[in-house]
């Protein structure tokens, strides 16, 4: 079971850094033009194994990211690592989108693109390799991520379970 931080209504801002990785803008017509909304894709994260995301949605780009990242460190949840990567490899699926998740060596980096990138960065992982397989919408494809994430387990976890 992936573990869920609440975050401290006192100190929001404090330790977590926000990316926007996607705005989508949506329009409207009506009678005297077109009116837009937008969607905010947001990724939150504390670099040591925190990290959630959200999507906020309002008249103003500056108001739907505001939501989003309000949103996001409410839903935080906490990612097993080893050392610098993942325990194992992994596959998070979500509708059409599939993201496959493999450790790395040392000094490798992250291998990602888009939102897998980013989620993983500000998760704290600094060496992994990943592919984004199927759908590229960017909203299916940091959801697959997050179930790839939710789904590690580390070594001592496996036989705790096994009750070894």
Do not use: W
Request: charged residues 25%.
């Amino acid at each position: 079971m992936a573990r869920s931080f609440k975050a401290d209504s006192n100190n929001q801002g404090s330790d977590f850094e926000e990316r926007v990785v996607h705005v989508n803008r949506c329009s409207k017509v009506v009678k005297g033009g077109r009116r837009f909304s937008f969607g905010a894709l947001v990724i939150v994260g504390d670099r040591k194994g925190r990290v959630g995301y959200a999507l906020g949605k309002a008249n103003e780009v500056a108001d739907a990211i505001r939501k989003a990242s309000d949103l996001a460190k409410r839903e935080l949840v906490f990612v097993t690592m080893k050392d610098a990567t993942i325990p194992h490899e992994v596959m998070g699926k979500y509708s059409g989108a599939q993201v496959l998740l493999r450790p790395a060596s040392p000094g490798t980096g992250v291998i990602a693109g888009g939102g897998v990138r980013t989620l993983l960065e500000l998760a704290g992982v600094r060496d992994v390799l990943a592919k984004s397989l199927g759908s590229n919408n960017h909203l299916n494809v940091v959801k697959a991520t997050m179930h790839a994430i939710q789904q590690l387990r580390s070594r001592e976890e496996i036989l705790a379970l096994r009750g070894n």
